[in-house]
């Protein structure tokens, strides 16, 4: 499988090499040149996420020289759950927050990391810049924490991080290095591209990214969509439909992805915090980017969804049966309180978007099977989460390890020379 820009401007790569590359030289994004087309039957066992992912990934690594590998890289990374939780007879949250750091990012981060440890060696320097809005940061250094070769640099936005993040972003051993900016996210998502634009900076440093733009992020993200899909298929004989919290729209593009594979998937809707690019796109009006907006739902604080130029370049493909809905704070608190009253159900603050959303379905569409998608663990949010509900949120086993451990964090100003002089040492 070759993998070509969508700005057309540069040569097409095997997905090893796109995943080293990060954005394309031309400034677009890679994408796959064809879905390979796969039917529920092509899958035995969609409780076995591993075996899942090798069938499922496979067609994407042919021809690559990290092929070999494959079997083994989804044996290291899918070795956590990805349940389907019954909500009521026909409705369901898929939870994505076992893994160490207890949110979806995981998969790809975890996955992102085995395959370019795989690629990186002493004469093949590799660093992985990471701008991150909470989440992703954690999960990357977390997954590249025990690597070999490679090494990281986060970036996250001073004072837009929970305490709880923020610990999971500065808490990882030496190949792991932590940078505060004072700035916001699309800060942060700036110096890095500003970083990569630099060519010295770029091959001195094998400077590669892991942020929801790496196709490295994106593929394996499709496994837990095709899992859940081929189940719910299993089960009913329907499509499964989805709500999917959503900021770079990282996720929400692979379960695209998944469909246009072929996995009996139906509808999907995409549930936004007040930034609301992708909510006014599909209402018809123009894709406009904006500045970011602070919300209780902060590691979708996204003015401009950075994969929206994936799904532009894939309208026909991508574009049915697609639906985005904006929610304000309020809105947020009010779900996570009603649910953990009503329901007893507890979410993260992003979770509850889209607990929201599938509230808001007319009952037509509630006949249908729809799996709400849980993208991180309350405990991460607690902050948010514990004044709004009766009683405490317990930390999952994972996140309780690591608020033993210390904190290592260097602040720097918004400014290129300054990510420059860290990157020297
Ligand atoms: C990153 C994140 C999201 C948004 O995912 P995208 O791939 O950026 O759309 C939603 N919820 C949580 C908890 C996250 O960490």
Known sequence: ???????????????????????????????????????ASDFTDPGDLTGIA?????????????????????????????PLIALDDKHYALELFHG??????????????????RMASTDTPLTVLVATSGDTGGAVGCAFANARAAKV?????????????????????????SLRVDGDFDDCQALVKAAFADKTLKTRHGLSSANSINIGRLLPQMVYYAASAVQIFRDTGAPANYVIPTGNLGNGMACLWARACGL???????????????TDYFGGKAFAPAASIPTIANAMDVGNPSNFERF???LDALNHDLHAISVDDETIAAQISHDARKADH?????????????????????????????????????????????????????????????MQVIDIPAELAALAEVLAG
Not at 6 to 16: A, C, I, N
Not at 21 to 36: E, N, R, T
Request: glycine share 4%; net charge negative; with cysteine.
């Open 346 to 406: 507890i979410w993260c603050p992003h979770s509850a978007i889209a607990a929201y959303a599938y509230d808001q379905l007319g009952l037509v569409e509630k006949n249908k099977p729809w799996i709400l998608v849980a993208t991180a663990h309350p405990f991460k949010f607690k902050e948010i989460v514990e004044p709004l509900i009766p009683g405490e949120v317990e930390p999952s086993p994972a996140l309780a390890a690591i608020e033993n451990l210390s």
């Open 264 to 278: 009996p998937i139906g509808n999907v809707v995409l549930a936004q915090n007040a930034n609301r690019a992708l």
């Open 54 to 82: 090798k069938t499922l990934l496979a067609p994407f690594f042919e021809d690559d020289t990290l092929a070999p590998e494959l079997a083994d890289i989804c044996e290291q990374v899918f070795n956590f759950p990805a």
């Open 100 to 117: 160490p750091t207890a949110a979806f990012k995981d998969f790809g981060a975890r996955f992102l990391a085995a395959a370019m440890d």
């Open 312 to 314: 532009k370049t894939s």
């Open 1 to 39: 499988m070759r993998f070509v820009s969508t700005k057309e401007q540069s040569p097409d790569l095997s997905v090893s090499e796109a995943m080293l590359m990060g954005a394309a030289p031309d400034g677009g994004l890679y994408i796959p040149q064809s879905f390979p087309q796969f039917t």
């Open 153 to 177: 640099v986060i970036l996250y936005p001073k004072g837009r991080v929970s305490p709880f993040q923020e610990r999971q972003l500065t808490c990882w051993p030496d190949s792991v290095t």
